[in-house]
């Protein structure tokens, strides 16, 4: 924990996560501008474990890096960097249809186009090499205009070359009919292509929002503070005496390891930026929520806002594993403390091998099933059948309306990707009550070398809730998920695992599977009830949770305006995953830079809207 020389500051960002420290980078570029950020957890930066990218599984679920939260427990990163110190560092570029319909929930302004030079902003792609564009099969797609746009601090890389799984990946979706012809990071993008991985190729380590925008120059700025292993107790707040807005943020209350309460001030803003499960809990400690709610916990309500902790949206997995040759590369291998050894020196001595790497080869694919891509009638027929539209004039049943509608056109849409499909070289387990993604790495349910395919669902329509369980910060918060709430989202998994048979079924990557070898769960999808079971048995969640203070109308019950200040509050802002009005396609990480992108240049306006207004 740092000392804080003075107790007032221009702006005070709550969390030194992703979006965070996007923000108070670029707020403290104007060298007149003060930002306290607080951060509960510890600064981990130069850990071996958050630095080295195939360690990425030792960090979910331990309490010095991860928050834990309960029903059930997420990769929620508790350190500078937040979530993008702990993840699979995989890079995910979101589907434009889905970024369009934001403003059609009441966000001018934040259509796919309109965020597209943040997109170009907080990142640095580099060049794919020879070896690859050709064995991963890039020439197809690849657009080197885009990655020459970029200019952001964060490293990207392309995996140096792809191994023969991962060639066999590309060319087995050809062979489906889904080889792509777009660039993933141009918005439309349907069959399989090779991510970047958050990882800067000059050291081979993990680039996270902590080492590219907290980079040495940015921490020697006297304009900026860090406050570390520092809980936010509460936002401490002023009466204007104003008939509407009648409240406006000053300050926050803090608690230090030691267990000291003091009052920090902002001059203009309290930025939130805690993620999608910690910032409705902090709105909530505050007293602007659900009536109901905090009156249950005699926590003064502020303003009465039922949304805040609702809406929250995720994205749903299922794990299949194949057992594959014994010439096919796997990470299996590392059962061995021998290998595990062996790679641990190859990586420090030539940042290369196994733990130089993550999971690179994917897929985008529209709805699709045993048989391949679903026609029309049966995209119709699926949603008839399985969703109802609501009948109320709430605005609950205004906001389900509006989700389901555009959802529908983004499924319905054959050119769109609305699922995604991993390859894992590693064999996972999926426990009874799995608390992290680590869970189901870490143990092996069988001998032998194995690949997994993840199969994600796009676009859920299942949406669930974060809310507190007591007036204490120090007691987490309750996320119940709600996975499957939704029929339709249940009936698309299934249908989406019916087409896993297709892609393991089909050459080359059939040639890998090991004839007569294991498979896990020890089901084949061959009619779409053994597919239901397999979902049953092997869903968890992809730790992607967004739209707990949705950007939205008031009348459709949003939580922050386009401009993503807090509803009948002044001087208070959220900048992270929880404003996301309609979760993308992908990995959440990019969209939740470009939208800290944003976000900066939108208090930077404001602020000198107000200056102006002043003189």
């Known amino acids: 924990m740092a000392v804080i020389e003075n107790s007032v500051f221009d702006y005070i960002v709550v969390g030194g996560g992703t979006s965070g420290l996007v923000v108070a980078a670029r707020l403290t570029e104007e060298p007149d501008t003060t930002v306290l950020v607080v951060e509960a957890g510890g600064d981990h930066t130069e850990n071996p474990l958050v630095k080295t990218p195939g360690l990425c599984g030792e960090l979910l679920g331990k309490e010095d890096y991860d928050w834990t939260l309960v029903s059930p427990p997420q990769g929620s990163g508790q350190m500078l960097g937040g979530s993008s110190a702990i993840n699979h560092m995989m890079v995910m570029y979101p589907n434009k249809a889905a970024l369009d319909e934001w403003e059609s929930l009441g966000n001018p302004g934040w259509t796919f186009d309109e965020l597209s030079p943040y997109f170009r902003k907080f990142a640095t792609t580099h060049h794919p090499s020879e070896s690859l564009v050709d064995s991963g099969r890039m020439a197809s797609y690849y657009d080197g205009k885009l990655t020459s746009a970029e200019s952001g601090p964060l490293n990207l890389q392309y995996t140096p070359s792809a191994d023969p799984t991962h060639t066999a990946w590309m060319d087995t979706f050809k062979n489906l009919g889904l080889q792509l012809g777009s660039d993933p990071r141009a918005g439309t993008a349907v069959g399989a292509f090779q991510n970047t991985l958050s990882i800067n190729p000059k050291n081979g380590e993990r680039s996270s929002s902590a080492s590219s925008y907290l980079n040495k120059d940015v921490r020697q700025r006297k304009n900026l503070k860090l406050l570390t292993s520092t809980l936010v107790r509460r936002i401490v707040f002023e009466d204007t005496g104003g008939s509407t807005n009648a409240h406006r943020a000053t300050g926050i ?67 299949q594993s194949f057992e594959v040759g014994p010439e096919v590369p796997s990470l299996d291998m590392l059962r061995d403390p021998e290998e595990v050894n062996s790679a641990l020196a190859q990586y420090q001595e030539t940042r290369s091998g196994p733990l130089a790497d993550g999971i690179k080869s994917c897929a985008y694919v529209p709805l699709v099933d045993g048989s391949g891509q679903l026609s029309a009638e049966a995209r119709s027929e699926l949603w008839n059948a399985h969703v109802r539209m609501p009948s109320g004039a709430d605005a609950g049943s205004k906001y389900e309306e509006a989700e389901k509608k555009l959802v529908q056109r983004i499924l319905d849409e054959p050119t769109e990707g609305v699922l995604e499909y991993l390859i894992l070289p590693a064999q996972t387990h999926v426990p009874a009550e799995p608390r992290t993604f680590a869970d189901s790495m870490a143990q092996m349910d069988s001998d032998g070398c194995y690949i997994t395919i993840i199969t994600i669902l796009g676009h859920p329509l299942s949406q ?123 990995n959440i990480q990019t969209t939740v830079y470009a939208v800290a992108e944003k976000a900066a240049d939108l208090i930077k306006e404001d602020w000198r809207e107000a200056t102006q207004k002043e003189l």
């Open 464 to 586: 669930g809730s974060i809310h507190i369980q007591s007036p204490e910060i120090s007691d987490k918060p309750l996320w119940d998920p709600r996975f499957n709430s939704e029929p339709v989202d249940f009936e698309i998994m299934a249908r989406a695992v019916q087409f896993v048979e297709r892609i393991v079924g089909t050459p080359p990557l059939s040639n890998l599977l090991k004839i007569g070898g294991k498979r896990m769960p020890d089901l084949k999808a061959d009619t779409l009830d053994a597919a239901r079971e397999i979902v049953r048995q092997r869903q968890i969640t992809a730790y992607h949770p967004a739209g707990s203070c949705a950007m939205m109308s008031e009348e459709l019950g949003g939580v922050v305006d386009p401009r993503l200040r807090v509803y009948g509050i002044q001087g208070l802002r959220v900048v992270d995953a929880s404003v996301i009005p309609l979760i993308p396609l992908g």
């Open 253 to 319: 209350m803090i608690r230090s390891p030691d267990g000291k309460d003091t009052v920090l001030s902002a001059r203009r803003e309290i930025i939130l930026a805690s993620g999608a499960l910690r910032t409705p809990q902090l709105l909530e400690l505050s007293g602007i929520g659900g009536a109901s709610l905090l009156k249950q916990l005699q926590i003064p309500v502020i303003v009465d806002n039922p949304n805040i902790g609702e809406h929250v949206q995720g994205h749903p997995i299922v794990l």
